[in-house]
């Protein structure tokens, strides 16, 4: 058999796509920490493990709360960001409360675990916010033509609408509350959560993580009326 048909027969089989778990223990490398420069494994932290098989199984949406340093931001923000950039290939909003979170999540989270695996390193762009992270961040397109958008609950509501994703993660939810929302109808989180909404509902997927605050923050909030889940 030929190089050619054989490499067409092997792009014509549908590819295997990885479950949240099994894709972090594949690439994630951990950039800080007591284990800085090992791979990410699930044992080690097995409420992670727990919540990312919860994943697998088609939540669609999901609120995480947990103290800090606790893994969090890990499990609910960098995992499930990157799974769906470089693994589904598809683009991803980040909720944040305000424009300057946009660039310390992308410098603090983001960028150090992207540099410590290969591959998705090889994704970085070489010049622009996707090489170096700097300045005020809206977007960061990637080599492989997805792009990172942060949504900001700051500004009018023109700022939010406009873009369709299948998943927005959304982080530090609990001061989205103090941002007033130009809107009568919806308040700023409300808001970017419904980009997904031209998307099929069974296809989507919205995380929102943020330690408690207080018993009337919205993380809080959301637990509470939802399954009331401990890990």
């Not at 290969?118 to 970085?124: D, H, K, V």
């Not at 989180?189 to 069974?202: A, F, K, V, W, Y």
Request: aromatic share 6%; with cysteine.
């Amino acid at each position: 058999m030929s190089t050619f048909v054989s490499t067409w027969l092997a792009s014509s089989l549908p590819r295997h796509v990885l479950g949240y778990r099994h894709w972090a223990e594949e690439e994630l490398v951990l950039p800080k920490g007591t284990r800085t420069g090992e791979r990410w494994q699930a044992e080690t932290l097995p409420a992670a493990t727990l919540l990312l098989d919860q994943l697998d199984r088609g939540w669609t949406r999901v609120a995480v709360t947990a103290p800090t340093q606790a893994g969090k931001t890990m499990t609910a923000l960098v995992i499930p960001a990157l799974r769906t950039l470089f693994e589904l290939s598809e683009d991803i909003i980040i909720g944040v409360p305000i424009d300057d979170l946009a660039a310390d999540k992308w410098q603090k989270e983001l960028l150090p675990v992207i540099q410590e695996s290969p591959s998705m390193r090889a994704q970085l762009q070489r010049t622009g916010a996707g090489a170096r992270g700097g300045g005020k961040l809206k977007a960061i397109t990637f080599r492989n033509g997805k792009t990172l958008r942060f949504m900001s609950g700051m500004g009018r509501e023109e700022a939010r609408a406009g873009y369709s994703v299948g998943t927005v993660l959304a982080t530090e939810v609990d001061k989205f509350s103090k941002i007033r929302g130009t809107s009568e109808e919806s308040d700023p989180l409300t808001q970017i959560e419904q980009r997904t909404s031209e998307r099929d509902p069974e296809d989507t997927l919205i995380i929102l993580e943020c330690t408690v605050t207080s018993a009337e923050g919205r993380i809080w909030s959301e637990y509470r009326t939802g399954t009331e889940t401990r890990l």
